[in-house]
């Protein structure tokens, strides 16, 4: 399982490389389509129109991942702390019945407020 308290993994921002989408695509359930995609160094964050998927990057070649399933009717709360003068990145925290705080941090010029009305119209 992914280590979500160590937020460092996840300094993430936005991308449009079908390479993502691609990799995720055959744990997607029928109806499941990708809406958004983030990178980080290695590990990427995709949110569909059901879920949060965070895939973490492991061992030297990059041929081990650890897949998390993060599904919406799971979120109990959620918090979008976005980006400031001093302080660049911006982050997203959800509370997630019988797992707790997820946080992801991003990088500068992501649309927090973007990524919390998705979430919004997956959850409300």
Not at 22 to 38: N, R, T
Not at 61 to 71: I, M, N, Q, W
Not at 84 to 91: A, I, K, R, T, Y
């Amino acid at each position: 399982m992914i280590d979500f308290e160590n937020g460092s993994i996840f300094k993430l921002k936005l991308t449009d490389d079908p390479a993502f989408r691609d990799e995720v695509q055959p744990l997607l359930a029928d109806g499941e389509a990708v809406a958004l995609a983030f990178e980080g160094v290695r590990d990427f964050v995709v949110f569909t129109n059901k879920r949060v998927i965070a895939v973490n990057v492991q061992g030297v070649t990059g041929r081990k991942k650890d897949y998390a399933s993060l599904p919406y009717n799971r979120i109990q709360a959620y918090s979008v702390e976005t980006d400031g003068l001093m302080d660049n990145d911006g982050e997203l925290d959800m509370w997630f019945s019988g797992l707790g705080k997820v946080r992801f941090e991003f990088k500068e010029n992501v649309d927090l407020p973007a990524i919390a009305k998705h979430i919004a119209n997956a959850t409300l």
